[in-house]
């Protein structure tokens, strides 16, 4: 854009001319985002854009236009100024993300031990919970089969009751019968086992 076109931008900008300040926009962004490009090291790149740099100063800049408390000469003084606020955004991002970027570190030099462990149960914990599950409906009478399903599917006492018609005190009784015929049978084996 040369400078003469510039000139009259900014005298439309300078009256509130919201048009003028889309078309001020369109003709520096290009020029702000290679001034963030240039400051932004490898490693942040991946967090952030240079367009949300950009255009966040061009929210405020937009803002302080439209109330009426900013004014420049000449498309140069408005040039170096949105270059220097956009410098000024960019050092407030970067500190903002380097806290974050020095926490982190890649999942290839990461120790096994301080990996975060998986929210799944492992596959010993399922078979072990498939084996459990086989024994409850070994122990349990056929009749109470449904309950031990809904139980599994995490029913409460209460709802267990409201689908399969018995009270909630029975549905707690044999719950509690089956838990404590389980806890037997596993004890036996081992008592069993024993010299």
Known sequence: MSTETLDTLLKKLNGGDAAAAQEAFIAYEPYLRKVVR????????????SIDVVQ????DVLTAFRDGGMRFGTAAQLRAFLTKA??????????????????ERPLFDTPAESMPHSPQPRPSENAQ?????????????????ELLRLR??????????????????SVRRILRELSI???????????????
Request: net charge positive.
């Open 86 to 103: 956009t410098r000024n955004r960019f050092i407030d991002r970067f500190r903002q993300h380097q806290r974050d970027a020095r926490a």
């Open 38 to 49: 240039r400051l932004l090291p490898l490693k942040l790149r991946p967090k952030f854009d």
């Open 129 to 145: 919970a498939g084996e459990t599950w086989d024994r409850l409906l070994a122990l349990c009478p056929p009749q109470h089969a």
């Open 181 to 195: 015929r389980l806890a037997c049978s596993s004890a036996a084996p081992a008592e069993s086992a024993r010299p």
């Open 152 to 169: 599994r599917q995490g029913a409460s006492a209460g709802e267990i009751a409201a689908r399969t018609g018995m009270h909630e005190g």
């Open 56 to 59: 966040s100063v061009y929210a």
